[in-house]
């Protein structure tokens, strides 16, 4: 019991510091953040569209991030590395943002998720799925859901942690939308699974 409460602690404790970085670091461009635990110290990785901005002036800003880790969540001996994205189509929450952005735009719903996925699986990703779900038409239509998905996306299992996932809500004018998306990164390896060439429906190339 007491392992599984470990478990359950680590998990809060990396969900906290997600949430964390996502808000201080908005204007870098924060997308995702690894944690590991070694027996000295806890690496924090943080992928960023600009990472300069993370570090600041003289190292001021990822000083006071390190400092409120450490003391805020209790994370002993934290080490921050900072990561540039290489693509911003394989990171979820800023596809996520992006799919967002033009929700409050007024763009098409349909189209804004088909054209995603097909940005995405552009790019080399092994299977892509887009959930919105809320007010996706105009006002005083009832909220619905739309689910798209290509490719291969575990559901269940030790294998969804090769998954990265991510959610962001859009705000228009009729009401909020939640957006969810998973992304199966180029060259990941599934034990259970061999992964072949995919052909993206004609559908979604058309569109």
């Not at 359950?8 to 944690?35: M, P, Q």
């Not at 004018?173 to 599934?190: D, H, L, S, W």
Request: hydrophobic share 40%.
């Amino acid at each position: 019991m007491a392992i599984e409460t470990k478990f359950i602690d680590d998990a809060l404790i990396k969900l906290n510091i997600s949430k964390y970085l996502s808000k201080e670091l908005t204007r870098a461009g924060f997308s995702r953040v690894e944690i590991q635990k070694t027996p000295v110290l806890t690496r924090i990785t943080v992928y960023v569209l600009n990472p300069g901005k993370v570090i600041g002036r003289a190292g001021k800003t990822i000083d006071t991030i390190t400092e409120t880790i450490k003391s805020r969540f209790r994370v002993d001996n934290p080490q921050i590395n900072v990561m540039e994205v290489e693509n911003r189509m394989l990171e979820p929450l800023l596809v996520a943002k992006s799919i967002t952005e033009k929700f409050e735009r007024g763009i098409n719903a349909r189209k804004v998720i088909q054209l995603s996925l097909k940005d995405i699986m552009n790019n080399g990703a092994l299977g892509a799925e887009i959930i919105a779900s809320g007010k996706l038409a105009a006002k005083g239509a009832r909220a619905k859901t739309i689910r798209k998905s290509i490719g291969y996306i575990p559901k269940a299992g030790d294998i969804t942690n090769l998954v990265r996932e991510a959610h962001a809500t859009a705000y228009p004018k009729y009401g909020a939308i939640g957006v969810r998306v998973r992304i199966v990164p180029p060259g990941t390896v599934f034990p259970d699974r061999e992964m072949k060439p995919l052909e993206i429906p004609k559908s979604i190339l058309n569109s």
